[in-house]
């Protein structure tokens, strides 16, 4: 790690005990968590979560907290709260006290380079968790690790292949709902849907809006999508994230539309009210994308903090459940 780190180890711990962290209340004041006044040798991670949206978000921050916690890492956290800004400021916040290792999720993939150069001149590895960055210089990050999206939204058009079999049909309208414009899930899990159905004559995607990930923007979303295309013109729903397909069922159900019957849904996360839903057979598929990373990432901190080589790109290893599959088995999901 960079010279001098432990040597400054317990003046930095006095220094964060004074500050009270005030130089990142811009940045939503970090939380210091098990910090280094307590224990000043311990390796400490500065982690920027990028909100608090859905329980997707809220489980991933859990994920993080119980690993640090078992591994024994200290966990410096700072919510951005869906604001880049805000993001950057809690990553300059973990430069300034010298943590050993930067883990964060990036709000929208362009914006980065200068922070992330700050960082590498300082000699913190960075690891980006969840989301992707678009960067001119892919040595400013050590390494992501986080779904497959692509891969996510190919399962999510193979399964309506599957379905429009099933369902003998000649022809269905989709309407998309995405998530955060610019973001790597938005960008892959669309580009994934449209490689699987690409040349195939029975689907026709009439429509894309952005919800944001966020289940209030998905009732808006398909409320104006029923307003522009009435209920007969909307054979199939494709939205990214559970919490905006959450929110246009309640839509749908208020209109008087059965969920999973008159409309296909297909969705992404499988956290567990949508997975209720899948099994009531108002969704039709969820492709799994799992926010149990902490783990892995502490596991790829540890190899950093003892000079170790890391992958650059890690995967979990994730699926989707459908209609189709038993699912009288599946596990709580935890999130």
Not at 76 to 87: I, S, V
Not at 210 to 233: N, P, V
Request: proline share 3%.
């Amino acid at each position: 790690m960079r010279t001098g780190r432990w040597a400054r180890r317990g003046l930095m711990a006095l220094l964060l005990a004074a500050c009270a962290l005030l130089s990142a209340c811009g940045a939503g004041k970090p939380d210091k968590g098990e910090r280094g006044e307590t224990n000043p040798s311990a390796v400490v991670v500065g982690f920027s979560q990028l909100g608090s949206e859905s329980g997707w978000r809220i489980g991933n921050t859990a994920s993080m907290e119980q690993a640090a916690k078992k591994w024994g890492f200290g966990l410096m956290r700072a919510n951005a709260n869906q604001r880049q800004e805000k993001q950057i400021a809690a990553i300059r916040s973990f430069i300034s006290y010298q943590v050993d290792v930067i883990v964060f999720s990036p709000i929208v993939e362009t914006g980065w380079d200068n922070v992330l150069r700050e960082a590498k001149r300082a000699n913190i590895p960075v690891i980006l968790m969840d989301r992707m960055v678009d960067v001119d210089d892919d040595t400013l990050y050590t390494a992501y690790i986080g779904a497959d999206f692509l891969a996510e939204g190919r399962r999510a058009g193979k399964f309506l292949l599957k379905k429009a079999d099933a369902m003998g049909a000649e022809h269905l309208n989709i309407v998309e709902i995405t998530g955060t414009e610019d973001s790597t899930p938005m960008r892959d899990r669309q580009a994934g849907f449209r490689w699987a159905i690409d040349g195939d004559e029975r689907f026709t995607i009439i429509d894309s809006v952005t919800g944001d990930f966020l289940r209030s923007k998905g009732e808006e979303c398909m409320r104006y999508l029923l307003d522009k295309y009435g209920a007969q013109g909307i054979d199939v729903v494709y939205s990214h994230n559970d919490e905006m397909t959450l929110g246009a069922l309640k839509v749908l159900e208020a209109a008087g539309i059965r969920p999973g019957q008159d409309m296909v849904l297909i969705s992404v996360d499988a956290q567990q009210e949508a997975v209720e839903a899948l099994k009531a057979g108002k969704i039709n598929c969820i492709v799994e994308c799992t926010p149990d990373l902490g783990n892995s990432v502490m596991e790829m901190v540890d190899a950093l903090t003892k000079g170790k080589q890391i992958p650059k790109r890690n995967h979990p290893v994730e699926q989707a459940f459908t209609e189709f599959d038993d699912l009288s088995d599946l596990a709580p999901r935890g999130y």
